[in-house]
């Protein structure tokens, strides 16, 4: 999925990339301390990576999405351009819908976030943004 060789989030903890404890001044300083040096091919396939995964929240090639509000449609913009790529819309709606319910019963079942995402196809992040949600 990309060309992520050099980037300095490589054997990162995930949950880094997703709001969690502290501000988010501290929160978005912590992840740009990281993105600053990404070599671009490596910045790139992030930002392809959460374009074709219509990620909803986290931190993506340097680019914060918001999880609501009106920089959310900046961010994704941002994404596409860096991308090449244009954010699914209704399609992805439900294929996401559906591809949540999954990661919730495979957490409720006690599998591990990276079996969970080798299955079903996502980013550990996201599964991990998951179990903090539930």
């Avoid at 001044?25 to 219509?54: G, K, L, W």
């Avoid at 596409?80 to 919730?104: C, D, F, H, M, Y």
């Amino acid at each position: 999925m990309g060309d992520f060789q050099g980037a300095p989030c490589i054997g990162a903890d995930p949950t880094t990339f997703f709001p969690g404890k502290g501000s988010p001044r501290e929160y978005i300083a912590r992840v740009e301390a990281i993105c600053q040096d990404c070599p671009m091919s490596a910045f790139v396939a992030c930002a392809t990576r959460a374009v074709e995964n219509a990620e909803q929240s986290g931190v993506w090639a340097g680019t914060n999405i918001p999880q609501a509000g009106p920089y959310r449609d900046a961010a994704r913009r941002k994404l596409e351009e860096i991308s090449g790529l244009t954010w699914p819309k209704v399609r992805v709606n439900q294929a996401i819908k559906s591809r949540n319910a999954a990661i919730g019963r495979m957490l409720a079942d006690g599998r591990a976030p990276r079996d969970i995402s080798r299955c079903v196809g996502v980013d550990e992040r996201t599964v991990l943004r998951h179990k903090a949600a539930s």
